[in-house]
């Protein structure tokens, strides 16, 4: 069966990082895009950044941009997401997603909290 697992999530100070991690089976993790979202209580789930099936495109939000870094190990099956210069703003459940043409899969999300 299809998984996406995301770890990594944790408290972590303003200026502080984080490595997040999505762990994948039970598809052809090499043909998908992947993305990370995230969402704050009560606000809508948002696009963080996104990483073609190879790797040699990615995007980001605005908010994120210079600060964050999508990478993905398709020997691993597995899509990361380096963020530095963590803010307030950035705390949120964090979620990956599988895209590819018509299908796509969602992880169950880990937490993100930028606190003093």
């Known amino acids: 069966q299809v998984q996406l697992v995301e770890s990594g999530g944790a408290l972590v100070q303003p200026g502080g990082s984080l490595r997040l991690s999505c762990a994948a089976s039970g598809f052809s993790f090499s043909s998908y895009t992947m993305s990370w979202y995230r969402q704050a209580p009560g606000k809508e789930r948002k696009l963080v950044a996104s990483i073609s099936s190879l790797g040699g495109k990615t995007n980001y939000a605005d908010s994120v941009k210079g600060r964050f870094t999508i990478s993905r190990d398709n020997a691993k099956n597995t899509v990361y997401l380096q963020m530095n210069s963590l803010k307030p703003e950035d705390t949120a459940d964090y979620y990956c997603?599988?895209?590819?043409?018509?299908?796509?899969?969602w992880g169950q999300g880990t937490q993100v909290t930028v606190s003093s």
């Open positions: 997603k599988a895209v590819r043409v018509t299908v796509e899969y």
